[in-house]
């Protein structure tokens, strides 16, 4: 496992040199004035451009640029975003929570709901709740996150008004502000909970339903179709057979011993379920105009704020790479013949 | 292969989708005539310039989006765009990912190693966050949407045509083009890639429904698609401000997001349901 894991952690500072060199060969499409933007600490500087493109080389080579950009971004300098009106590094502390909490919110029913309804569906083959789960596997995927938010808003927003857009009520966003609230960690249903007001915990759940609705039923669709089918192809083995044979129960013939062994492919594609729930995150939060990584990032793209679009390029490829690495290390620790190869 | 088709009617259902879908994009220029003074008929006439949208009346159809663009012209000239925007982005993705998956699979070595990495360095990225990336970069409109996507669509092509060339290269048959003294160029253009492309191109055409998704994401963002332009991702965007009715009737707007939101979930169900049926063709797995 130790080695597996080194060789494997080898190869992040190579990725990452790619991922950066990629981006920044990008920009090099723009002229330098609109690069500047990527150097700039103080909104100040906005005003004094062609100082900024002296001072870090931006009429130089690219091998040069690069490489002051580098230094720059090493000590976590990633300049200034004007749609955010703050410094990169401190938009995305300010974004990334609503994001995780939206991301972890649509995360967990995703899996519980996706495993249980892929497994019911591999048992009870061609059965009304197998036809049921393929129903919500090709609406799934069928149905785009921008067309079911819409229509998620105008029912539960614009008919009974009882889920509203957005991440807290204006009443909601006083309070949190204010001298009495402290922000422990940024996540707003635990912050809540952990200032003892309820009544934040329940605003904060009602804004998060939708774009969690939104993203789980775009998703829930690839975990119940990698699961119905891994079990299906379990289940008719031979180990399953001598279970049966034996005479074990047969709850735990499919929980016990067909499950497990049918799970590890799962683990293998939640790095796909991942770049669903990322890239669903850039929609959704558009949609629901929910303050978090992704709609910046739309924002930013709309008004070409550069610094601001390499900061969410740059945060989303973080998360993505970190999340396939932890899909590949969990697949290693749960089946001993990836790690051996 | 059809008559294995035949035996599942729901890919029967989404063949009957495609091809009704196909059948409109041909027939726009019957079903919503251009206006006599018209010079684009891609550009959505304008009945008026007032904001509120209209419900559907025997005038519009499908009623009018805000800034009475008639939806429509809008959903019917929408499909051209939509196959449009999937095969260009198809075609353009996939003649990028057989090139460079062929010359990476066939001659293996540096180049191999350097094309696989750089598709590991694409695919580091959700396809949706290097896509809008790219089209901010390069400026919104749908021509750099549609480059966009297949700049971010052609490196699975090229991994998938790579490992299948690796098992076909080893093949008798080509070894023996080799013996005869045939030259690398003839071999790969006429043995190994006719044989190991099928896949690629059963998969990537599936992915039409997907890109047109995409295309669609892109154009809802503002980052496609321009004002008036019959796009379908745009003509949703354009309900954005109604969601909210007035009081009386709460979803007084409903057709601004039904109808074009309702239009693209059939065109990508049409997509996924022949997926399905080819999957389960091509895998043997699932027998």
Avoid at chain 1, 20 to 35: G, K, Y
Avoid at chain 1, 236 to 244: F, G, I, L, P, W
Avoid at chain 2, 195 to 215: H, Q, R, T
Wanted: proline share 6%.
């Amino acid at each position: 496992m130790a080695s597996y894991l080194i060789r494997r952690l080898a190869m992040l500072p190579f990725v990452a040199l790619g991922v950066t060199l990629l981006l920044f060969a990008l920009l090099q499409l723009l002229s330098p004035e609109m690069r500047a933007s990527l150097y700039v600490k103080d909104p100040r500087q906005l005003s004094a451009l062609e100082s900024v493109i002296e001072t870090y080389h931006l009429r130089d080579p690219f091998p040069i640029q690069y490489w002051t950009w580098l230094k720059q971004i090493l000590v976590g300098d990633l300049g200034y975003s004007e749609t955010a009106r703050m410094p990169v590094a401190e938009a995305i502390k300010a974004f990334f929570p609503a994001t995780f909490e939206l991301a972890l919110t649509a995360f967990v029913p995703t899996l519980l709901v996706g495993i249980w309804l892929g497994t019911k569906a591999a048992v009870y083959q061609d059965r009304p709740l197998d036809h049921f789960s393929r129903f919500m596997a090709i609406t799934g995927y069928s149905l785009p996150s921008f067309v079911l938010g819409l229509l998620l808003l105008m029912i539960f927003y614009g008919r009974f008004n009882i889920l509203p857009p957005g991440r807290f009520s204006l009443e909601a966003d006083l309070f949190i502000h204010s001298a009495n609230f402290t922000p422990f960690t940024g996540f707003l249903l635990l912050d809540s909970l952990l200032n003892g007001k309820l009544w934040i915990f329940w605003d904060a759940l009602k804004h998060l339903i939708l774009p969690a609705a939104t993203l789980f039923y775009n998703s829930v669709a690839l975990l119940i179709r990698i699961t119905r089918s891994s079990m299906l192809e379990e289940i008719h083995k031979d180990y399953v057979r001598t279970a049966r044979a034996k005479g074990v129960e047969e709850s735990d013939v499919i929980n016990k011993h067909a499950r497990k062994n049918a799970l590890i492919p799962v683990i293998t594609s939640s790095s796909l379920l991942l770049v669903g729930l990322l890239g669903g995150v850039v929609i959704t939060e558009t949609i629901f105009n929910y303050p978090g990584i992704g709609r910046w990032g739309v924002n930013a793209a709309q008004q070409l704020d550069i610094a601001g679009i390499m900061g969410f390029a740059l945060v989303s490829a973080t998360l993505f790479v970190l999340g396939n690495l932890a899909a590949d290390l969990l697949y290693a620790f749960v089946d001993p013949r990836v790690r051996l190869k | 292969m059809l008559k294995r088709l035949r035996k599942k009617p729901l890919s029967l259902i989404g063949l009957g989708l495609i091809v009704f879908f196909a059948l409109v994009a041909l027939l726009a220029p019957l079903l919503a005539p251009m206006a006599p003074n018209a010079r684009d008929p891609y550009l959505i006439p304008q009945d008026g310039y007032t904001s509120d949208p209209t419900p559907p009346s025997s005038k519009h159809w499908f009623g009018t989006t805000e800034q009475q663009y008639d939806l429509y012209y809008g959903i019917i000239w929408g499909t051209r765009t939509a196959f449009k925007i999937g095969l260009t982005i198809i075609s353009m993705a996939l003649l990028v990912g057989i090139t460079l998956g062929s010359l990476a699979g066939y001659y293996g070595g540096w180049l191999d190693e350097v094309l696989m990495r750089f598709t590991d360095i694409i695919l580091a990225f959700p396809a949706i966050v290097l896509a809008v990336v790219i089209v901010a970069v390069l400026g919104p409109s749908l021509s750099m949407v549609v480059l966009a996507i297949a700049l971010v669509a052609w490196p699975s092509y090229a991994r998938l045509l790579r490992a299948d060339i690796l098992s076909v290269k080893q093949r008798e048959f080509v070894l023996a083009s080799r013996a005869l003294g045939a030259t690398d160029f003839w071999i790969l253009t006429r043995r190994v890639i006719p044989n190991a492309i099928f896949p690629v191109l059963v998969v990537a055409s599936l992915d039409i429904g997907s890109v047109v998704i995409m295309a669609a994401a892109l154009s809802f963002l503002g980052l496609g698609a321009p004002m008036g332009y019959a796009d379908w991702g745009q003509l949703i965007s354009l309900s954005r401000n109604w969601i909210l009715g007035t009081p009386q009737n709460p979803l007084q707007f409903w057709y601004t997001a039904v109808i074009p939101g309702g239009t693209i979930f059939l065109f990508v169900l049409g997509w996924n349901l022949l997926g399905d049926a080819f999957r389960d063709i091509l895998d043997p797995r699932q027998k």
